[in-house]
């Protein structure tokens, strides 16, 4: 079946690579400053290559089975797990989208002193205009702002790198390498309920997920590698300091609006398919409505636990990705299968339970990987046994 509104290579790699040019991306690659640069950069590397391979089976599946992310779960989880993934993914969505209003609306308040409550309407604002025009009548504007981000964040890039006084980060908090990889590797993981969302309406069923992954892994490389760059430059892992250290009032406000608008657009309409995994409803009116709710979050509840917000995100969705990859490319199901969802779901559970608990190990490869694989044997065993047992 092929949708009626059907996305290009081309167009789906600029649409991963313009969610990765974000003000989100800056922030976490600035809290890898403590590592210094080399290792910070060689942290930032490995973390992307991981997070995004999985990002590109993950959207494989949606590709090939030409279905949206949480519908995939289907084929682990059944009718069971579907829904309870689909709520968990609308919170996680509206918890991003409170994130980046909030933290669009923090930057502009500090370069203009204005209220920081009408930034963040104003801001929600533009996302429910962009909501209403729709992403496919306005392909060529995303474009453009694309190029606009990638422009004024290569001059972010020249000022941290070019200047000679590039600083020794100083932290409080004990950080390590495979915390950095960890950190590198969840932003890709954030985008795994989403990205079959997009890739299920791709002309080609080869390329598509692979363009989006490597759209994906450019974008959000570069991002992470500048504001690790400028918190370096700027001795704070604060945006806000950042650009004003580096005398970019204007730009930044650029940066910020322009980044917010075109990551927080994917998180609301992904958070309205979701939605019509519950119940089916108008996509535009629920991503208006999640819209909404993304701003009263920004304006009601601080953002200060950003970095824990992130290890939520890892600790939910590697175990239920572990899962369905598992069962997808190894066990080679490819259709909702109920009678081994509440078994699915409950190694799910021992997933996240292993990854916070993985969280207070210092590994060189971060939380995520070493989860995913436990899982991954975890399930391979047990289909095993059971092979096993039937055949006695």
Known sequence: MQHKESLSNFNLSILWFGAAISLAEILTGALIAPLGLSKGLLAILIGHVIGCAILLLAGQIGAKEQLPAIETTRISFGNLGAPFFAIINI????????????????????????NTSIISILIAGLIAL????GFNKMKWLNLAAVLSLLVVSIILGVIAFGSHEIVIFSSTNFFSFGMAIELSIVMPLSWLPLISDYTMLSKSKKFGATSSAIGYFLGSTFMYVIGLGAALYAGTSDIAVILSTAGLPVIAMLIVILSTLTTTFLDVYSAAVSFNVLKKANTKLISLII????????????????????YLIGSAFAPMFAVLLTDYFLLRKSKANATNGYLNLGIWAIGVIIYRFMMHIDTPIGNSLPTMLIIMVLMWGIHKLKLLSNYK
């Open 91 to 114: 919170i996680q969505l509206v918890g991003w989208t409170g994130v980046m209003i909030a933290n669009g609306t923090a930057t502009i308040a500090s370069l203009t002193q204005l």
């Open 130 to 133: 962009w909501i209403v025009i």
């Open 291 to 310: 819209c909404v709710l993304g701003a009263i979050l920004a304006i009601m509840v601080p953002t200060s636990q950003y970095e824990n917000f992130l």
